[in-house]
C-alpha cells in the first residue's frame, strides 16, 4: 500500500534542512577551531600549544594541559547549544513521518526477524536504564536506535525522488565542507596533525567533532552520490576530486579503507564475468597493499594502532567487569555512547582504561547496549541489505567499513543514509520475492 503524497511531500522538503543541520550542528567547533569566535578562550595560536602550558618544560604536565583544552573545545554551553538541535529535529521529524507509516510497512522474513531481535534486546536494555535511573542515557541510547527504525518503517517512503535528493543534498553538504577544510587548513588550530609534503599540516576536521566522522561522512555521502544521486559524469569526476582533497588532509584510515572497498564495488558490478574472478584474486594482495601503505597515505605513522586503541578498552572493561549475561545482551541502552560519555565530562581515554565503555565505533555501541548477540543481528541485518541491493551495494560497504571506526549511528546525516538503506533494501527484497 503506497504512502500518501503529504507524507512523501514532507520528506522531499524535509531533504534541504539535512544539510544545513550537518552544517550548523557543527560550526561552534569549526569556528573555534580557526579562531573566529570565542578566540580569547579556546584558540592557540602556536601548533605546538606548548607556550600556552603552565610549564612547558613539565611535558607531562603540558600534555595534560594539551588534553583538558582539546576537551573544552568540543563543549557547548548556554544559547550555543541550539546550534545541535537541528541535527536532532531532522532525525526526529524523519522518524515521525516513519512512524506514520508503520501500518503499510512489511519487512520481509529475513529482516523482520533481525528487525525483531534487535528491538527486543534494545526494549530489555532499555529497561536496565530505567532502573538504573539513567535517563540521559535512556535518550542517548534511543537515539542510536533511530536508524534501525527508520530501516524497519520507512520504506514505504522510498523511492528514487527522495533518495536522489538525499544524496544530492549530501554531495553539495560535501562541497560545502571542502570549502571550510581549505579555510582550516590556513587557519585552523593543530588539535590534530599528520605529517605530509615533508611538513606538520593540521588535520582537518570540518564541522565534525572527529576526524573519522568527517572522513565517514565524505566517503558515505560520495557513495549516496554515486548510487542514488543520479549525476552526471562530469559531476561524478568533481565531487570524486572534492572527495579525494578531504581524504588527503582528513587522513582518517578508515574513510581510505571505505573508499576503496566502495570503488572496488562499484567497480566489479561493472566488470564483464570473466575479469571478476581475477579481481577477487588480487583482492588479498591488494588489500594487503594497501594496509601498508596506509601510514605514508596519510602521514600518520601509527595509523595502525588506531583500530586495536578502539577494540583493547572493550575487551580489557569486559573481561574484568562484565558477566555472560552481559557479554550476551548487554549492560544498558544508552552505555558506550558518545552522548554518554560527553554528558559524564568521560571518558579520559588519554589516561588508561575508562571507568566505563567508550563509544568510539559502532560495534562498541552495540556490545554495550545489546551484547554479542545483539551485535551479530546488526551485522546480519548488513548481510541481508548487501545481499538484496545491488545497485546501493557500494554505500553500504562504506557503511560497514566506517562502523568499525566511528558509532554511525550517532553520526548525523550517516545515520539518516544508513537508516534509508536499510529500508531501501527492503523494498528490492520484497520485489525479488514477489517476482
Known amino acids: 500500500m503506497p504512502t500518501t503524497p503529504v507524507v512523501r511531500r514532507l520528506a522531499m522538503m524535509l531533504m534541504p534542512f539535512v544539510g544545513i543541520a550537518s552544517v550548523l550542528g557543527g560550526c561552534v567547533f569549526w569556528l573555534r577551531r580557526v579562531g573566529w569566535l570565542q578566540r580569547a578562550q579556546y584558540w592557540i595560536s602556536d601548533p605546538d600549544l606548548i607556550p600556552m602550558a603552565p610549564n612547558p618544560d613539565d611535558w607531562p604536565a603540558t600534555y595534560e594541559f594539551i588534553m583538558q583544552h582539546h576537551a573544552a573545545m568540543h563543549q557547548i554551553d548556554g544559547w550555543l547549544k541550539l546550534t545541535k538541535l537541528g541535527k536532532e529535529a531532522v532525525l526526529a521529524a524523519f522518524l515521525v513521518l516513519a512512524v506514520t507509516q508503520i501500518a503499510k510497512a512489511r519487512p520481509t522474513r529475513g529482516f523482520g526477524l533481525a528487525y525483531g531481535g534487535i528491538f527486543l534486546l534494545g526494549l530489555v536494555s532499555a529497561l536496565v536504564t530505567v532502573f538504573a535511573g539513567s535517563w540521559f542515557a535512556l535518550v542517548a541510547g534511543g537515539r542510536t536506535f533511530v536508524a534501525w527504525s527508520l530501516g524497519a518503517l520507512a520504506s514505504p517512503l ?71 544521486g543520479d549525476l552526471s559524469r562530469r559531476s561524478r569526476v568533481l565531487l570524486t576530486l572534492v572527495l579525494l582533497f578531504v581524504l588527503v588532509f582528513n587522513a582518517s584510515g578508515a574513510a581510505w579503507v571505505a573508499f576503496m572497498l566502495a570503488t572496488a564495488t562499484m567497480g566489479f558490478a561493472r566488470l564483464p564475468a570473466r575479469w571478476r574472478t581475477w579481481l577477487l584474486l588480487s583482492a588479498l594482495p591488494a588489500a594487503l597493499l594497501g594496509w601498508s601503505l596506509l601510514p605514508t597515505l596519510t602521514g600518520r605513522w601509527d595509523i595502525h594502532d588506531s583500530l586495536w586503541g578502539r577494540i583493547a578498552p572493550v575487551q580489557i572493561y569486559a573481561s574484568e567487569h562484565l558477566s555472560t549475561r552481559q557479554v550476551l545482551f548487554g549492560t544498558g541502552l544508552g552505555i558506550g555512547t558518545n552522548a554518554q560519555a560527553g554528558q559524564d565530562n568521560a571518558p579520559q581515554v588519554y589516561g588508561g582504561i575508562p571507568d566505563r565503555p567508550v563509544g568510539d565505533s559502532m560495534p562498541a555501541v552495540l556490545f554495550w547496549e545489546i551484547g554479542l548477540v545483539g551485535m551479530a543481528l546488526v551485522y546480519a541485518l548488513f548481510a541481508l541489505a548487501l545481499r538484496a541491493d545491488e545497485r546501493s551495494r557500494a554505500i553500504g560497504m562504506a557503511l560497514l567499513v566506517a562502523s568499525v571506526a566511528v558509532n554511525i549511528t550517532e553520526l548525523f546525516p550517516v545515520n539518516l543514509i544508513l537508516g534509508f538503506w536499510l529500508a531501501n533494501a527492503a523494498i528490492r527484497k520484497r520485489a525479488d520475492d514477489v517476482d
Open 158 to 228: 522510498i523511492d528514487d525522488a527522495l533518495l536522489r535528493r538525499l544524496a544530492r543534498v549530501c554531495a553539495w553538504t560535501l562541497v560545502a565542507e571542502a570549502v571550510l577544510v581549505v579555510l582550516e587548513l590556513n587557519l585552523g588550530l593543530y588539535l590534530y596533525s599528520i605529517q605530509l609534503f615533508g611538513k606538520m599540516l593540521v588535520r582537518v576536521v570540518g564541522t565534525f567533532n572527529l576526524p573519522v566522522s568527517l572522513g565517514t561522512f565524505a566517503v558515505v555521502s560520495w557513495a549516496a552520490a554515486f548510487c542514488w
